[in-house]
Nanobody, 115 residues
Framework: QVQLVESGGGSVQPGESLRLSCVASGSIFSIKTRAWYRQAPGKERELVASITRGSGTNYADSVKGRFTISSENAKNVYLQMNNLKPEDTAVYYC??????????WGQGTQVTVSS
């Protein structure tokens, strides 16, 4: 059974930093991309950042230059978030997509940015 467990969320003030972690367990074959999504209240879930098996990265325009996605091995993925803004407040979800068209999601971790 595959499980993705996020951690590292919390409440911070604008300008501060957080580092999200996503640890995957279970057998996942043919990983294509690992990614972070977020969903703010009343809004649709959106892609924040993704990283391919070849370590190519992609970022939403709103986080470019502030967030960095990285991976430690084939399954674990991290999101370093610097200079956080109130508009970054959301539930952040870890995602893994495979070449076999399987998608896995974590349960989400809350990030709140407020003064």
């Amino acid at each position: 059974q595959v499980q993705l467990v996020e951690s590292g969320g919390g409440s911070v003030q604008p300008g501060e930093s957080l580092r999200l972690s996503c640890v995957a367990s279970g057998s996942i074959f043919s990983i294509k991309t690992r990614a972070w999504y977020r969903q703010a209240p009343g809004k649709e879930r959106e892609l924040v950042a993704s990283i391919t098996r070849g370590s190519g990265t992609n970022y939403a325009d709103s986080v470019k230059g502030r967030f960095t996605i990285s991976s430690e091995n084939a399954k674990n993925v991290y999101l370093q978030m610097n200079n956080l803004k109130p508009e970054d407040t959301a539930v952040y979800y870890c995602n893994i997509d495979t070449y076999g068209s399987r998608t896995f999601w974590g349960q989400g971790t809350q990030v709140t940015v407020s003064s």
